[in-house]
């Protein structure tokens, strides 16, 4: 299957602050990648749909100016948590689809805002 | 709205039994149904598939049962064994747009020696 590498796997940033998360697809070419979040104890919650070349899908309730989405080549998909607040602790992974079945996950990353 | 549903947040089996994981699901237009396995501080990880034409797709211990007209899927493991113990998500898949995958709220299985 498909190997997603998701870069850092912890981080902890300053309220007010912006970060960065990294997604690889290492050996697939993916024009499509899904960013997730989950809070602790509860389900995957689907974030945005990343679309190489074009503007990210949002799903409801997601504010795109908080969480930009860029999908500039087929391997690389990148979400930046902006102006961080402490609410937005949380586990995100990024997901990529091979063909039209199954889903193959990056190792999340935990981020910490204080 | 909940679509997909795994409503028992916990199971214990003794390790050499069977573990058997249930989810519910609302969306008639759902597909494709997934399990993955999850460990702390990682991401899922995909198990077992079967599309909604089946009932029942079987992998080496795991073996998903599909009930189209109870909504309802159950993955089997059997013989569990203490490296099963983990967060178990069952998801699926909406047949049209973007086939995005909506996830359960998992179950936390320990397998126990």
């Known amino acids: 299957g498909a190997v997603v590498s998701q870069h850092p796997s912890r981080v902890i940033c300053k309220s007010g602050t912006s970060v960065k998360i990294e997604c690889r697809s290492l050996?697939?070419?993916?024009?499509?990648m899904f960013w997730y979040r989950q809070f602790p104890k509860q389900s995957l919650m689907l974030m945005a749909t990343?679309?190489?070349?074009?503007?990210?899908?949002?799903e409801q309730g997601v504010e795109k100016d908080k969480f930009l989405i860029n999908h500039a080549s087929l391997t690389l998909s990148t979400l930046t948590v902006t102006s961080a607040h402490p609410e937005d602790s949380s586990f995100y992974i990024c997901?990529?689809?091979?063909?039209?079945?199954?889903?193959?996950f990056g190792q999340g990353t935990r981020l910490t805002v204080v | 709205d909940q679509q997909v549903k795994q409503n028992s947040p916990s199971l214990s089996v003794q390790e050499g039994r069977i573990s058997i994981l249930n989810c519910d699901y609302t969306?008639?237009?759902?597909?494709?149904f997934l399990w993955y396995k999850k460990y702390p501080a990682e991401g899922p990880t995909f198990l077992i598939s079967?599309?909604?034409?089946?009932d029942k797709n079987e992998d080496g211990r795991f073996t998903v049962f599909l009930n189209k007209s109870a909504k309802h899927l159950s993955l089997h493991i059997v013989p569990s064994q203490p490296g099963d113990s983990a967060v178990y998500f069952c998801?699926?898949?909406?047949?049209?747009?973007?086939?995005?995958?909506?996830f359960g709220q998992g179950t936390r299985l320990t397998i126990n020696p």
């Open positions: 998801a699926a898949r909406l047949r049209q747009g973007a086939q995005k995958l909506v």
């Open positions: 997901s990529v689809r091979q063909g039209n079945t199954e889903a193959f």
């Open positions: 050996d697939f070419q993916a024009t499509t």
């Open positions: 969306n008639s237009m759902f597909d494709y």
């Open positions: 079967i599309s909604s034409i089946k």
């Open positions: 990343s679309n190489e070349g074009s503007k990210a899908t949002y």
